[in-house]
């Protein structure tokens, strides 16, 4: 509580002059999670500053998320920066379906995205990011990713990258460039459902493959591409979403040589390998058949829209290139040049380190409130995948916690053949804080732990 911040070196009104200080100082780590901070009268009279100017200044905090106020127990700077939600359902009072990462205050997203923008204001002005750009990136922002993804993918080079709008969209581009309707798709027998809501667009048809606790099985892979003879493979090996399985690097090693025996494409999808950097790409071991996905969605946010693709050779890029020109034209650029500014100052690597460590808390958190139950999980993802006990049928249990207010996803959502896993997946970066999500879990496993007959089913 003696946190006594420096304004005099600041400019513009007092106010908003404590504000910036509260926030370099948590960025800086002066403060950090909830510490208390100085009572409104403490801090008036240690800056020599009006009273209501200090109330301003906490309001001010609080509305961007910096500053949580307990009524009776005082002032603490928040767990996150994201504040209360005022969109999903009404009924949902903790959502936990949707696998978005955290955002601690540690991350300072709000600070640094004004920063970012700050920036580029200054450099180029904002206008000029408000036209018609190039299609799948500028020869800079392209270079920006390229130097990034350098540090796990070696033959990354700006001239096999094209810049999308998130990785839906590398998706939906990939399958009308690599298949036709009625085409074959080998996937996990457990997927994305955005590439099954992709491939139903498209007429083509996802077979998926047997997967053990490591993930896709080579054995299994190898039959049905004798079997399907299918166009691509399609894969997320690192941090999979939902069994949160990641594979070895000998598994790797035997799915690329299949892969490339088989004449087809991989598409991999890397949406959580910087949660896991050490997990190095199938695609490096077969860069001549390989589209590597890179989103910063779940790294970094979502609601960015940026993505990036390697693609095998020249011809692959322009033909990405056009074919992302005639379905959506380009990339958002004032949001393309705010991550190539991170990229380059190194602001986005903070911030996945702090969404990182953020994710490993809630892990540790997770596995003691849920100790005992059957569940797969991975240090630094943002979900977990819950084995449901003998007496829950999958769609009830997702009914009764949605009463008690909390949503998860079960697992017919990620099936792809007939049957469903009697399981469902929990996001844990979707909740505000830590202490909501204790909350949840503590829903979720008393409901795991009530006999079916004391549950009210309806």
């Not at 033959?155 to 990785?167: F, I, T």
Request: hydrophobic content about 45%.
């Amino acid at each position: 509580m003696d946190w006594n911040p420096t304004i005099s070196d600041g400019t513009g009104p007092i106010y908003l002059r404590i504000v910036e200080a509260l926030s370099s100082d948590i960025a800086s780590g002066r403060l950090v999670r909830g510490q208390q901070l100085p009572t409104h009268r403490a801090l008036a009279k240690s800056l020599d500053v009006d009273l209501t100017t200090v109330t301003r200044a906490y309001g001010e905090a609080r509305r961007r998320g910096l500053l949580d106020a307990h009524v009776g127990q005082g002032t603490f700077v928040s767990e996150t920066s994201a504040r209360a939600a005022s969109d999903i359902p009404y009924q949902v009072k903790i959502d936990l379906s949707m696998n978005v990462p955290p955002h601690p205050v540690e991350a300072n997203l709000d600070v640094r995205i004004t920063q970012g923008l700050a920036a580029i204001r200054n450099q180029t002005g904002l206008t000029a990011y408000l036209s018609y750009q190039h299609p799948g990136g500028s020869d800079e922002e392209r270079a920006a990713a390229a130097d990034w993804l350098r540090r796990r993918v070696p033959r990354a080079s700006a001239d096999r990258l094209v810049v999308y709008p998130g990785s839906q969209a590398i998706l939906f581009n990939l399958l009308l460039s690599l298949t036709s309707p009625g085409d074959v798709v080998l996937t996990e027998q457990l997927t994305f459902p955005g590439m099954k809501a992709a491939a139903a667009k498209l007429g083509v048809r996802l077979v998926g493959v047997e997967m053990d606790a490591e993930g896709i099985k080579p054995d299994a892979l190898e039959d049905a591409c004798r079997l399907h003879q299918p166009k691509a493979v399609y894969l997320v090996p690192t941090l999979h979403n939902p069994t949160t399985a990641t594979l070895s690097p000998a598994r790797r090693k035997a799915i690329a040589a299949i892969i490339r025996a088989s004449g087809g494409f991989l598409i991999e999808d890397d949406a959580y390998g910087w949660l896991d950097p050490s997990a190095s790409p199938i695609s490096n071991l077969i860069p001549e058949r390989s589209y590597l996905a890179v989103s910063l969605s779940k790294c970094i946010a979502p609601a960015l829209r940026v993505a990036y693709l390697l693609v095998p050779d020249a011809a692959s890029e322009q033909l990405m290139r056009s074919i992302l020109q005639a379905t959506m034209q380009m990339p958002p650029p004032l949001m393309v040049a705010l991550v190539t500014h991170w990229l380059r100052s190194g602001t986005a690597d903070q911030i996945v380190t702090a969404i990182r460590n953020e994710s490993s808390g809630r892990q540790q958190l997770a596995s003691k409130i849920l100790k005992g139950l059957s569940f797969a999980a991975s240090p630094g993802g943002h979900h977990l995948w819950l084995t449901l006990p003998r007496q829950w049928n999958c769609n009830d249990f997702v009914s009764h916690v949605l009463r008690d207010g909390l949503a998860v996803v079960g697992g017919d959502a990620f099936a792809v053949n007939a049957s469903a896993p009697h399981s469902v997946r929990v996001s844990l970066g979707a909740a505000r804080n830590r202490a909501e999500l204790a909350q949840a879990l503590h829903v979720l496993a008393n409901a795991l732990r009530s006999p079916v007959a004391n549950v009210q089913i309806v």
